[in-house]
């Protein structure tokens, strides 16, 4: 079955340390993105990727990196610079980057103490 | 103003009720119009996409009001499995999506 997959559901980090969230997809879609919830708030865009070797700051990108060496893979980086990184990151993907609705994974919840 | 922006509810609705949703969005130049269903702690999940003419889904409606700059989600004979919270999904441009911060519905027996 095609999705996509992050991992790991839950991590655990102490304050000054960089960790990286994992977003793979084997649906072959060209457009990956990043998204950060926080309770009660709408999705934040934080970085989103319409090609290979090509990404784009979204509106919450501070503190935030990523790469997309490949199509499958959209890594995101948290590091010490971003000033509340607990929260629910949420990455999708879409077929094209008109008009096409987002298909996510099943997020990851990091909390950093 | 937000550039989306939802009632956040809670909507307490009996089962077998009918309940509807407005959302209104700020960007006139909008083109893609979505709801999704978010389950509690979980990923968001495409419900509907909303089409000019307005569509419908089994016991789903939605519709889109250009003029006004609101979309309207309706649910007929709501069930138990129906709780959850619906966001609505407006593109600012390309695919770059904004997102409500939803609205809370609890579909009591």
């Known amino acids: 079955d095609g999705g996509i997959t992050q991992s790991p559901k839950y991590l655990f980090r102490k304050e000054g340390q960089n960790v990286t969230l994992s977003c793979e997809q084997n649906?072959?879609?060209?457009?990956m993105y990043w998204y950060r919830q926080d309770p009660g708030q709408g999705l934040r865009l934080i970085y989103y990727?319409?090609?290979?070797?090509?990404?784009q700051k979204g509106d919450i990108a501070e503190g935030y990196s990523v790469s997309r060496e490949k199509k499958e893979s959209f890594p995101l980086t948290v590091t010490s610079a971003q000033k509340n990184p607990t929260a629910f990151y949420l990455c999708?993907?879409?077929?094209?980057?008109?008009?096409?609705?987002?298909?996510f994974g099943n997020g990851t919840r990091l909390t950093v103490t | 103003r937000k550039e989306v922006e939802q009632d956040p509810g809670p909507f307490n609705v009996p089962e077998g009720a009918t309940v509807a949703f407005n959302c209104t969005y700020s960007?006139?130049?909008?083109?893609?119009f979505f709801w999704y269903r978010q389950d509690c702690r979980k990923e968001p999940k495409l419900l509907m996409s909303?089409?000019?003419s307005g569509n419908e889904d089994g016991r789903f409606t939605a519709q889109l009001n250009r003029a006004s700059q609101y979309i309207s989600l309706l649910i007929r004979d709501s069930k138990l499995s129906d709780s959850a919270t619906y966001l609505c999904?407006?593109?600012?441009?390309?695919?770059?999506?904004?997102f409500g911060a939803g609205t809370i519905l609890r579909v009591k027996s």
């Open positions: 649906l072959n879609h060209d457009a």
């Open positions: 999708a993907s879409s077929i094209g980057v008109y008009n096409s609705p987002l298909h």
């Open positions: 999904v407006v593109n600012r441009y390309g695919n770059k999506l904004v």
């Open positions: 960007n006139s130049a909008s083109q893609s």
């Open positions: 990727s319409q090609i290979v070797n090509d990404f």
């Open positions: 909303v089409y000019s």
